[in-house]
């Protein structure tokens, strides 16, 4: 009964690193997110994948990229930190039909820049 | 574009009080809306949503919403406030049931005083 898993939960990296977010979700959904959460200004969308093998910019999708792995898999990679990426980071999937609204999230991969 | 703001960042009730959480809406069609919960490290969790039909719309733990179009409105109410309903509260809102017109409000934290 996993639902959306998002790894790691906490990171901290230095600014110019890169790293990848990984997310898997096992409720054969087609559809996945990933957003960003800053305070006070809610959750605002990176980048998402309405099925396997495509991906669209969402709001905020500059210095991210994403990778649609497979129905179950969509990561997203930082190539070059910048303390502006300092966020919570949330991956999210949905059901078919719905296919623009969030339904499951994961639990969130707290990341600092420093 | 669609918006949506959500009065008071801050919200205080006692256990046993009425719950009431204010979200307006702007769209240039029917919207879709929708209410969030956010409990501590976690993800986002559906409460409720409207799509068409009857505007009072039942959720999870009591919870509902009333969508009224004439004051472009679709708050959150609670009858009576529970210790376990402290937790950040998001409004959103989408034009249509595809794409990326699906916008978060900037969330409301509620908490309940013993």
């Known amino acids: 009964n996993a639902g959306v898993t998002q790894t790691p939960k906490f990171q901290v990296l230095k600014t110019g690193q890169s790293m990848t977010l990984q997310c898997a979700q096992d409720m054969n959904h087609n559809s996945m997110y990933w957003y960003r959460q800053d305070p006070g200004m809610g959750l605002r969308l990176i980048y998402y994948?309405?099925?396997?093998?495509?991906?669209d910019k969402g709001e905020v999708p500059n210095g991210y990229n994403v990778s649609r792995l497979n129905k179950r898999e969509f990561s997203l990679r930082l190539e070059s930190a910048a303390p502006s990426q300092t966020s919570v980071y949330f991956c999210?999937?949905?059901?078919?039909?719905?296919?623009?609204?969030?339904?499951?999230f994961g639990d969130g991969t707290r990341l600092s820049i420093l | 574009a669609q918006s949506v703001t959500q009065l008071g960042s801050h919200v205080s009730v006692s256990e046993g009080a009425l719950v009431l959480l204010r979200c307006n809406y702007s769209?240039?069609?029917?919207?879709?809306l929708f209410w969030y919960v956010q409990y501590p490290n976690q993800g986002l969790q559906l409460l409720l949503k409207?799509?068409?039909?009857?505007?009072l719309v039942k959720g999870i733990n009591g919870f509902e919403a009333e969508f009224k179009k004439s004051e472009t409105s679709f708050h959150l109410t609670k009858p009576s406030a529970h210790m376990s309903d402290a937790a950040e509260y998001f409004c959103?809102?989408?034009?249509?049931?595809?794409?990326?017109?699906?916008?978060f409000g900037p969330g409301t934290r509620l908490s309940v005083l013993p």
């Open positions: 959103a809102v989408s034009e249509s049931n595809y794409g990326q017109n699906f916008v």
């Open positions: 409207y799509t068409t039909g009857a505007t």
């Open positions: 769209s240039s069609v029917p919207p879709y």
């Open positions: 994948s309405a099925s396997e093998g495509t991906t």
């Open positions: 999210a999937s949905t059901l078919p039909g719905n296919s623009n609204q969030p339904q499951h």
